[in-house]
C-alpha cells in the first residue's frame, strides 16, 4: 500500500470536517476523491501533506507516518494545493527551476517525467505564471509538482476552473504520469473526471460514503435506473417524474434525467406517464449506473446508514 | 547550499520585480535624509528683528550694526513705542524685538552696565528660544569687546566650546538617528511582510510541503535584506558626507560591523512579527505602530532620554535603536573605537540571540 488513512477524524472549531476517514490506495494507482465544496477533501489533503494533525487516527505515506515522520514524507511527496501556489513574478522557467533547486534537484535529472506536461507550455517559458490562463497555470503546477520524481502524488482539485478542453488533456497527462508508477491522488468535484480513476472515494460532510471502481461492472441487479432524452429538454418533465409513485429518486443529468425506481414494475406507471405527454421527441432507456448516479443516490439518503459499509469493493 | 542559493536568487528576483521595494528600498532612504536635512533643522537663519532705540546713542547704534552683521538676523524696521510690539509681532513683521533703555551709553560707562529687553514671538517656542540665545551670544560678544578697552578691577570671561559638533548642527544629530530608522524600517518591515505575503498568496503551503528547513526559509528570505540594508547604511553615511558634510571620524569597518548587528536584529524582528501576522497588512501595521514610532519617539533619535519620565527612560533601554544609536554617534562623531562601545554593542547582540531564539521556535512548521 502507497497510503494508509487510518481513520481520521479532524475539527475546526465545532466544524467536523474530517469523521473516520478510512482508505487505501495502492501502489501506482489513479485513486479519486470526490465531493461537493466543503466536503473535507483539501483537509484530507493538507493531512497527508503533512500540513495539518489529524485528531484521531493515522496516515501514512509508503510507511512514513505524516506526524511523526513528516521530514521523510516531504521528500517523497509532490503536492499541488487547491489554490494556485506558485509565484505569479517569477516566470514560468524560473518556477520550475525554483521548485527543483528546493528538492535538491534539477530540471534536466527529471525532464523525462515532466516532459509531456511542460513541453505544452514551453513555449511560454519567459512569461511571467501570474499572466498564464487557468489550464496553463495548473500545468506548470503540476510540473513543479513532479520535478523532484515524487512517490506519491497529491493533487488537491487540479480542474477546478479550468476550460473543459484543458481538463480532458489533464487527466491524459495524469494517465501518462501513472505509467510511471508514481501513485497519485486527486479531488475533484467534477463527477465525469472519476471515471478516469481507478478507484474513487466518495466524501461529503466530512464522511466517506462510498469507494467505488469505475472500471468494474456493477453487480447484476434488475434495471432500476432509467435514463429520459427530449428534444424540448427534460426540465419541464422534473416534478412529475418525483411525484409519480414508483419514483424513487430524480434529477438532472447534463440534457437528460435520470430515474431511479423502487420496483422493477415501476416501469410499467412511467410508461403510462411519458406516453400521457405525448412528446415524440422523448426516448428513454434502462442504464448502468455510473458513479455520478451511485454518488447522488448516496447523497439523497444524507446521513443514513450507507458510511459504514464503507469500503465495498 | 544549492537549495539556499536558489532560493535567495528567487527572493532578490521578487526584490526588483516589484517596483513598491524597489522605491521603499532605495528611494525612500534617500528622500528622507534629504528632507530631514533640509527641512528639520535646529539652525536660526535670517529671523526678523525690530529695534525700539530710547536712547539713539553711539553704543546702542553700534549694537544694533553688530546685531545686524552677525548673519542671523535681518532688519524689520525700528519702533517708536512699546506698543507697538504686539502689532509687529501680529503682522509677522518681526520675530523678536531689542529694546534700547534710555541713556544706554552713558549708564554703560559709568555703571559699567545697561539694560537691554529681548522680547520675543514665542508662538513658536523652539525658534523663539533659538533666537534670543543667538541674540544673546551677539550682545555678549559685542560688549566683551567694549569692555576690553577699559580697566576693570576684575572680570570673569567664560568662554564655550562645543566638542563633536563645534556648529551645534542638526544634521550631526539626525545622521545616526535616521540610520537606525530606515534601517529598522527596511529590516523589520520588509521582511515581516515578504515572509506574510508568502502566507497570504499560499506559497509558504508548498514552502511547507516541501523538505526545506525552517532556517533554510527564513536564512534564505532575509539574507537579500541583509545584503540591501548594508547597502544603505552605506548610502546614508556617503549622503550624510557629501551633502551635509558629516564626517565619519572613526572606522567605517567598525561602523559598518555594528550596522550589520543591528540589522540583524531588526530582520529576526521581522521574522517575529511575520510568525504573529496573517496578512501583510497587519505585518505592515504592526512593524509601523510597533517599531517606527517606539524608534522615532524612545530612542533619543529626537527628544534626549534624559529628560523623560522615568518609566519611559526604562521602556527606551529595551528599544534596539537607542542602543545603536549610541553607538552610531560615538563611531561617526567621536572616532570612538570598539572599547567605548562594548557594553552597548553587548547588548544588541543579546537582543540579537534572544529574537533569533523566539522566531526560528515560534515558525510553524504546519498550517495552522
Redesign the interface.
Known sequence: MSLIIDHIDKSFGALKALDQIDFEVRDGELFGLIGPDGAGKSTLF?IM?????PEAGRCTMHGYDVVKD??EV??I?G?M?G????????TVE?NL???A????TTVTENYDLIRDVYEQIAPFKKRLAGKLSGGMKQKLALS?ALIHRPQILLLDEPTTGVDAVSRREFWEMLKGIQKQGICTVVSTPYMDEAEMCDRVAMIQKGKLLDISDPSRPAPEEAPLLYSLKSNKGVYAYLDQIRNMEACKHAWLFGDQLHVTLRTEEGAVEMRALIESWGDPSITWKAIRPSIEDRFMGLMEHGSESQLTNGEQI | M??F???V??EF??IF??VRTLVILFVLPVVMIVLFGFVVTTEIRDVEVGILDRSMDEASIRATQKIFSSGYFIPAGYLQHEEEIGEFFRSGTAKVVVVFEEDFEKQMQRENRAAIKLIADASDANSAQLSLTYLQGVLMSYFQSVNQDMQLPWSVHVESRMFYNEELKGVYMFVPGLMAMILMLISAMMTSVTITREKE???M????????KPREIILGKVTPYVVLSLVNALTIVLLGYLVFDVPVVGSIWLLMLECLLFITLALSLGVLISTNAKTQQVAMFMSMLGLMLPTILLSGFIFPIDNMPKVLQWISAIMPPRWFIVIVKNIMLKGAGFAFIWKETLILLGMTFLLIMASVKRFK????
Open positions: 493538507r501533506a503533512s500540513l495539518l494533525i513528516y521530514r516531504r521528500k511527496i503536492y494545493p489554490r494556485f501556489s506558485l509565484y505569479m513574478d517569477l524560473e527551476a525554483f521548485y533547486r528546493v528538492f535538491g513543479c | 544549492s537549495r542559493f536558489g532560493f536568487k528567487k528576483q521578487h520585480r516589484d498568496l499560499g506559497t503551503e508548498l514552502l511547507l510541503a516541501s523538505p526545506l512548521i504546519r498550517l495552522n
